[in-house]
């Protein structure tokens, strides 16, 4: 209920703008950006489908030439792109907010995605560098019955893979707070999410959540938010901590077989450590500011 109608205006969006055949004259526009980045105006198709679904836009990788360009686009869409339920849920959550809070989460994600990209551009060994050519198909206006029937199956799409994920995420959190395991899972995070991040010990429940879904444990978030249960520091910071921390357990599928098991497992665990220190510094910032800020 909280997911959907948002999502679906995303999904008419991204429709128009394929439909309309902007997508590929965006791939030529934003070519010698990327290059900066050690990837090419191609791998703008991953990287938007990333906004859509990450699992989905791993795949779609697949379709890059370069494996150091390949490993470079799916660190990037792992890393900090919030895939169409959860950028839904976040822009929910940050409307409740002051507009300093959307431009923090917002400009550090900009900023993590940039710094991570030119990083991995120096580390990573170049294989081969293939010609950028791709065919411009012509701009059109799209067609309202095409978009209805796209948005339709996209938003069923959604419902079958993430409704039963979000019950079995609600069921396994119940067995684990019955067993007394959360409650000792929360004691040993202690330091880490309340010391370290200063956010509230719930939020441990959130970042279970989202090895399932993160939308779902966005969703959490957006209650929490609603509630006055955390702050607008809090909120910024778990925002951002929430979008950069490990993919779902799908995107972490999707990685392993287009990467394979050690490289994706070193992305993953690269990934986390970067989402928890950047959530830490971003705490400490805002905590010396916020009063000027909020």
């Not at 999502?7 to 128009?16: A, D, P, R, V």
């Not at 839904?88 to 940039?114: D, N, Q």
């Not at 067995?175 to 509230?200: A, M």
């Not at 990467?259 to 220190?277: D, F, Q, R």
């Amino acid at each position: 209920g909280t997911v959907l109608p948002i999502l679906s205006m995303f999904f008419i969006i991204l429709n128009i703008l394929e439909d309309t055949g902007y997508i590929a004259n965006l791939c030529v526009l934003t070519n010698r950006v990327f290059r900066r980045l050690g990837l090419s105006g191609r791998s703008m198709l991953p990287i938007v489908l990333g906004f859509g679904c990450r699992t989905m836009a791993v795949l779609t990788t697949q379709i890059l030439e370069s494996r150091k360009e390949r490993s470079i686009a799916i660190f990037l869409i792992a890393f900090a792109i919030p895939c169409a339920p959860l950028l839904g849920v976040m822009l929910a959550t940050l409307a409740l907010m002051p507009f300093a809070a959307f431009a923090i989460v917002f400009g550090v994600l900009i900023a993590i995605e940039v710094l991570a990209g030119i990083a991995l551009n120096r580390m990573l060994t170049p294989d081969i560098a293939p010609e950028f050519i791709i065919e411009i198909p012509p701009v059109r206006l799209p067609s309202l019955k095409n978009l209805a029937v796209k948005t339709y199956y996209r938003l069923k799409w959604f419902t079958l893979e993430a409704v039963p994920l979000f019950v079995v995420g609600a069921v396994l959190l119940f067995v684990i707070d019955r067993l007394r395991l959360l409650l000792l899972l929360k004691q040993w995070l202690d330091p880490l999410v309340v010391r370290f991040l200063h956010l509230p010990i719930a939020m441990v429940d959130v970042f279970l959540l989202c090895l399932l879904r993160l939308e779902a444990g966005a969703a959490v978030v957006l209650k929490m938010a609603q509630h006055g249960a955390m702050d607008s520091v809090q909120v910024v910071v778990s925002l951002i901590v929430i979008t950069a921390f490990v993919p779902c357990f799908a995107n972490i599928m999707a990685m392993i077989k287009v990467l394979g098991l050690k490289t994706a497992m070193v992305m993953v665990l690269v990934i986390n450590a970067g989402a928890i220190l950047i959530g830490g510094a971003v705490s400490l910032v805002l905590r010396r500011v916020a009063a000027g800020l909020f």
